[in-house]
């Protein structure tokens, strides 16, 4: 599943919870940001823009998103009008240009093959006297050398010496091997009146969307173990974990940004 970037600073909770509503939508959907622009009627950056949190879907958009993923349209329209009441575009929003999908960059194109040296031409005067032979000699054996040399660099450069390229084909190819997918559990225990998973001890560091870690599968094992489900403990902080650590910080009463920074880590190991 693509990791979604964090959103901009300054969104009210009620937008960040309509915002990770419609990421959920359309997880659950398994289609691709192109492909629900095309289901949907909506462009592509269109539906980037909505789901960055860098401008409100319409109506329309959302109602066919909810119809494309089978969802409680009564839900969505809730959370919409929550955010449509207090719609406000974040100040960062307008500097940057984050996106939902990876862009690929091209890669460049081959390099234009070096030109052949061309032999040096002599031209050999017409009638011209005979009284210096040794000097006409010299110049047609210095133009040959130059020719043969410059056709020997040529020759190198385009073509490598055939034992290098043998001994190059016949080396074997290192592949890297596949690392194995990071398993995480809850081993739950408690230490100065603290609680702790078992995957990562802090109490400060900031885990925000889009990151994966142990810090990330300590803090869905401690929502679990509050009641509040984060789906799987994978240690990716996708839009399920970012729900529940709204609900947890609503109901911790504390500041609602969806990123679990000291205050919330305090609320989880409380």
């Not at 009564?74 to 999908?101: E, F, I, K, M, N």
Request: proline share 7%.
């Amino acid at each position: 599943m693509a990791r979604w970037k964090a959103l901009p600073e300054g969104l009210d909770p009620a937008v960040v919870r309509f915002v990770a509503e419609l990421r959920r939508l359309k997880d659950e959907t398994g289609l691709s940001v192109v492909q629900v622009a095309d289901r949907t009627g909506y462009s592509e950056a269109s539906w980037q823009r909505y789901f960055g949190g860098r401008t409100l879907a319409p109506r329309e958009a959302v109602e066919r998103l909810v119809e494309i993923a089978g969802a409680d349209g009564a839900t969505v329209a809730a959370l919409q009008d929550a955010a449509q009441q207090v719609w406000r575009p974040a100040a960062s929003a307008a500097a940057t240009d984050d996106t939902v999908a990876l862009e690929e960059v091209a890669p460049a194109g081959p390099e234009p093959a070096l030109p052949e040296s061309a032999p040096a031409v002599v031209s050999m005067p017409v009638g011209a006297s005979d009284a210096r032979p040794a000097l006409d000699t010299r110049t047609v054996l210095t133009a040959v050398v130059s020719a043969l040399v410059g056709a020997a660099v040529t020759l190198l450069l385009v073509q490598p010496w055939n034992g290098s390229t043998s001994a190059a084909a016949a080396a074997p190819v290192a592949r890297p091997t596949p690392k194995a997918p990071v398993s995480y559990h809850c081993a739950y225990r408690q230490t100065g009146g603290k609680w702790y998973a078992g995957n990562s001890a802090t109490n400060t560091d900031l885990v925000i969307d889009g990151e994966a870690g142990p810090e990330v599968a300590e803090v869905q094992c401690l929502l679990e173990h509050a009641g509040i489900s984060a789906g799987a403990v994978d240690g990716a902080f996708g839009p399920m974990t970012l729900h529940a650590v709204i609900l947890e910080q609503e109901a911790r009463h504390i500041d609602i940004d969806g990123q679990v920074g000291p205050q919330t880590w305090a609320a989880l190991r409380g």
